[in-house]
């Protein structure tokens, strides 16, 4: 299967028109994962599936094709520095402040969940007893139904969870049969899982405390990741904290945010 330089065009200014996603540098990379999508379903070509995509297809056919071409790969405690921050530095301070007992904690592509359940986790654990007493759910949204689905069901390798500590393993996960863990059902309930794309404006119901957006913004250009900064700026509190993966970085002149440290950006 090969693409053509006029296939490749139509289907990466799509995907950019509509995702944010740029894949204008990744010829190689949407042919060899691609491929095998076009032989399973029948297309006898780029040209014919392209066609498809830019006319008929669905919600679970953009799916498919996104998730063949961005990486899902995450497990718990990944960048394990942004979770002792947030739970040394940016807790504290929001426990002290937040009157109303919410804590608006956004998990921007939460991926298959277990960015999420780590935050929900930590605040449980941060609050103890007191935990009842607050609204420490967190909004997680993604693009892909398909990993929302996986997310929603929390079921996970024990690999996946090798980092976390033994005690939260036994508290929030029960041991499978076929030695998965699932999610506790008062785990998953402090998760609401959401299909949202980054490019939509955002009109959720509450501003945001903290935002966790990692490693999302390194498939998009400069223009869109400006784009969508400023739209999570808009969508902050003030003091409110956005955290971005250690691979990336903004613009410290052009970005509204106040650079703390890698990674680590605050509305002042």
């Known amino acids: 299967m090969t693409l053509t330089e006029k296939d490749f065009l139509r289907l990466y200014t799509y995907i950019h028109k509509n995702y944010g996603i740029n894949l204008s540098k990744k010829k190689q990379l949407i042919e060899g994962r691609l491929g095998s999508t076009l032989l399973s379903n029948g297309f006898a070509n780029f040209t014919q599936y392209v ?3 830019l006319t008929k297809a669905n ?15 995450t497990f718990f405690m990944r960048e394990q520095m942004h979770f002792d921050y947030f739970r040394d530095t940016i807790l504290p301070y929001l426990v002290e402040k ?8 956004w998990s921007a592509g939460c991926s298959t969940g277990q960015e999420p359940y780590t935050l929900s986790i930590l605040m449980k654990e941060f609050l103890g ?5 607050w609204d420490t759910r967190v909004l997680a949204t993604d693009i892909s139904q398909n990993v929302l689905t996986q997310a929603q069901a929390g079921i996970y390798s024990a690999d996946s969870l090798k980092e976390m500590p033994t005690k939260w393993v036994k508290k929030y996960f029960k041991k499978l049969d076929d030695g998965r863990f699932e999610v506790t059902p008062e785990l998953k309930s402090s998760v609401i899982f959401k299909t949202f794309n980054l490019m939509d404006p955002i009109k959720f119901r509450l501003q945001f405390d903290v935002v966790f957006c990692r ?3 390194i498939y998009f250009d400069q223009p869109t990741k400006d784009a969508l900064v ?3 700026y808009g969508a902050t509190n003030n ?14 002149v ?15």
Do not use: C, Q, W
């Open 51 to 53: 066609d498809f995509i």
């Open 59 to 73: 919600k679970n056919d953009i799916d498919v094709m996104l998730n063949k071409l961005t990486t899902n790969y």
């Open 98 to 105: 937040k009157k109303d007992k919410v804590l608006s904690i």
């Open 129 to 133: 007893h007191n935990a009842a007493k």
């Open 215 to 217: 490693n999302v913004m």
């Open 230 to 232: 400023n739209r999570f």
């Open 239 to 252: 003091g409110g904290y956005l955290l971005i993966g250690h691979s990336e970085a903004l613009n410290k």
């Open 254 to 268: 052009t970005t509204p945010y106040k650079y703390l440290m890698p990674a680590t950006y605050r509305k002042i």
